[in-house]
Nanobody, 115 residues
Framework: QVQLVESGGGLVQAGGSLRLSCTAS????????MGWYRQAPGKQRELVAT???????NYTNSVKGRFTISRDNAKNTVYLQMNSLKPEDTAVYYC?????????WGQGTQVTVSS
């Protein structure tokens, strides 16, 4: 079993920045994907950014140029640097990791951007 612990959410004004982090622990084997999804009230969960062990990175269009995903494989940690935040970025952000063909989710961290 893999446990994911997230941190870094909070309340910020539009135009501000936040940095999310997520550390995986437990029975970790061959982590491939590490990434972030988000879910706003009344909406479906959507992909924000993902990173593979091989270095491939993918962003949803709405965050390109503003968000940056990075990872520290030695620490089993993934980060999401969020700049130029907009009110529409308000959501619960979930860490997502794949390990040994299984998918794991963090508990979620709230990001609120005020206008």
């Amino acid at each position: 079993q893999v446990q994911l612990v997230e941190s870094g959410g909070g309340l910020v004004q539009a135009g501000g920045s936040l940095r999310l982090s997520c550390t995986a622990s437990g029975s970790i084997f061959s982590i491939n994907f590490m990434g972030w999804y988000r879910q706003a009230p009344g909406k479906q969960r959507e992909l924000v950014a993902t990173s593979t062990a091989g270095g491939s990175i993918n962003y949803t269009n709405s965050v390109k140029g503003r968000f940056t995903i990075s990872r520290d494989n030695a620490k089993n940690t993934v980060y999401l640097q969020m700049n130029s935040l907009k009110p529409e970025d308000t959501a619960v952000y979930y860490c997502w990791v794949t390990s040994n063909l299984a998918h794991y989710w963090g508990q979620g961290t709230q990001v609120t951007v005020s206008s």
